[in-house]
């Protein structure tokens, strides 16, 4: 799960990938932990559904990322 999390972030916003690396999710402040929930909901539409927009396994791994991040 954390593979996928550091991927996306790699890809669309890296340097919260490296606030990640610093301190972790936990000690993010809600603000940039609401902006990797936004890069992960961009990655479920990009790369998470189906032809008929249902989640593939790729899309349940980052929606289960997005409902942990907004914890």
Known sequence: ???LLK???AKRAPKLLAMLEEGGLARMESAW???VAE???DEL???G???NDEPTARGLAIEDLI?????
């Open 7 to 9: 991927e996306v972030l």
């Open 33 to 35: 932990r609401r902006a």
């Open 1 to 3: 799960m954390l593979h």
């Open 67 to 71: 409902d942990r991040v907004g914890r």
């Open 39 to 41: 890069h992960l909901g």
């Open 45 to 47: 539409i990009a790369t």
């Open 49 to 51: 559904l189906d032809g």
